[in-house]
């Protein structure tokens, strides 16, 4: 059974820094791109950042600048370093993976439980 762990949430103030790391466990064949996502409160899920499994990445504009998205392979993890916080990037933030596990042989999209990160001004 595949699995996508997030932690490293919290509260901090604005300008301030965190970063969340996500974890694939399981039964793993592959995988694909990974990516984060965040939702906040009476809002759609948004897309955060990707990155491909050769290390391509791709930012919204919201956070182009302050946000790092980077993966470890042989830990199956990603993570995304924020900087510059601002109270609009509160929300609950979701990793998400596109994983191939060892049966059956077929990509399939992950997601994590979310990690609440809030912002305060």
């Known amino acids: 059974q595949v699995q996508l762990v997030e932690s490293g949430g919290g509260l901090v103030r604005a300008g301030g820094s965190l970063t969340l790391s996500c974890a694939a466990s399981?039964?793993?064949?592959?995988?694909?791109?990974m990516a984060w996502y965040r939702q906040a409160p009476g809002k759609q899920r948004e897309l955060v950042a990707t990155?491909?499994?050769?290390?391509?990445?791709n930012y919204a504009d919201s956070v182009k600048g302050r946000f790092t998205i980077s993966r470890d392979n042989a830990k199956k993890m990603v993570y995304l370093q924020m900087n510059s916080l601002k109270p609009e990037d509160t929300a609950v933030y979701y990793c998400?993976?596109?994983?191939?596990?060892?049966?059956?042989?077929?990509?399939?999209?992950?997601w994590g439980q979310g990690t609440q990160v809030t912002v305060s001004s």
């Open positions: 998400n993976a596109q994983i191939t596990p060892t049966t059956p042989l077929r990509e399939f999209p992950y």
């Open positions: 399981g039964s793993i064949f592959s995988i694909g791109s």
């Open positions: 990155i491909t499994s050769g290390g391509r990445t």
